[in-house]
Nanobody, 126 residues
Framework: QLQLVESGGGLVQPGGSLRLSCVASGSMPDLYVIGWFRQAPGKGREGVSCVSSSGENTKFADSAKGRFTISKDKAKNTVYLQMNSLKPEDTAVYFC???????????????????WGQGTQVTVSS
């Protein structure tokens, strides 16, 4: 079992930045791919970014490329999503999720992830 807890959401003006954190605990958290997903009102859940268990491999959705970065602090079992140049369309509940890293590739399909956090709200508005 793995537990995930997100934090760092809030209200920010367009063009601003936020850093989300996802702390993993439980059984061998360092063996998992950690992904960030988001869900806006009335929309489905979409992948934003993910990082491999080693921290060496990352993937970004087109909407995040050039604006978001993802990093992993192994000592703290924490994955960060740094979001810059935020836009109103980035407004959503952001979730982190985990799937065991089998080394077969890294994807942003929500159905592939087994463990989910409770989410943190990000609102981009002036």
């Amino acid at each position: 079992q793995l537990q995930l807890v997100e934090s760092g959401g809030g209200l920010v003006q367009p063009g601003g930045s936020l850093r989300l954190s996802c702390v993993a605990s439980g059984s061998m958290p360092d063996l998992y791919v950690i992904g960030w997903f988001r869900q806006a009102p009335g929309k489905g859940r979409e992948g934003v970014s993910c990082v491999s268990s080693s921290g060496e491999n990352t993937k970004f959705a087109d909407s995040a490329k050039g604006r978001f970065t993802i990093s992993k602090d192994k000592a703290k079992n924490t994955v960060y999503l740094q979001m810059n140049s935020l836009k109103p369309e980035d407004t959503a509940v952001y979730f982190c999720a985990a799937v065991l890293d089998l080394g077969f590739g890294y994807h942003l399909r929500p159905a592939e992830y087994n463990y989910w956090g409770q989410g943190t709200q990000v609102t981009v508005s002036s």
